[in-house]
């Protein structure tokens, strides 16, 4: 019984990697908004987050990220916090969602998001703070964010509503 439980296992390790990799975009979505969270230590600044997106001349949107507090950029090995009057400058990267779906990582302040990620209508753009393990990074329990609305209309584009979330 157990050498047929030891052979069993490295299958069904393979069953369970093909799953996730072969599951549907909706349900690796669902995922992200489950997504581990980390508090601000109490030594660290708690980073504020506002967004301002400005239609491209050519097709979609620059989103800029106005980031106080806060070291974005890629994963550093070795890279020594900031120490800022006794307390430490957070460091990590942003995840960018519009419509509630994870576009991609961000690493720094601009970005460029083509016309081909916006639905007609009404669309959110929702940015937030991640540390380098991809856990949000909260304060009070509510995710260190930010998200403003555009509209785009068949042919143009005007931003509708900005409003800052959490910071």
Do not use: C
């Amino acid at each position: 019984m157990k050498k047929l439980l030891l052979l069993a296992l490295p299958v069904l390790a393979v069953i369970a990697a093909l799953a996730f990799y072969f599951e549907s975009p909706r349900q690796k979505t669902a995922m992200h908004h489950h997504q581990t969270k980390q508090p601000v230590p109490k030594n660290a600044y708690t980073p504020s987050l506002t967004l301002q997106a400005v239609k491209d001349a050519m097709s979609g949107y620059n989103l800029i990220l106005e980031i106080q507090k806060y070291q974005i950029g890629m994963p550093v090995e070795n890279l020594k916090p900031i120490l800022l009057e006794d307390k430490i400058v957070l460091q990590g990267h942003a995840h960018l969602y519009v419509n509630g779906v994870k576009i991609q990582r961000v690493y720094g302040r601009f970005v460029h998001i083509p016309k081909s990620v916006f639905k007609n209508g009404e669309n959110s753009i929702r940015v937030t703070l991640n540390n380098h393990q991809h856990a949000n990074w909260t304060m009070a329990g509510q995710i260190i964010e930010s998200e403003i609305s555009v509209m785009v209309e068949e042919g143009s584009a005007t931003e509708s509503s900005a409003h800052a979330g959490h910071h």
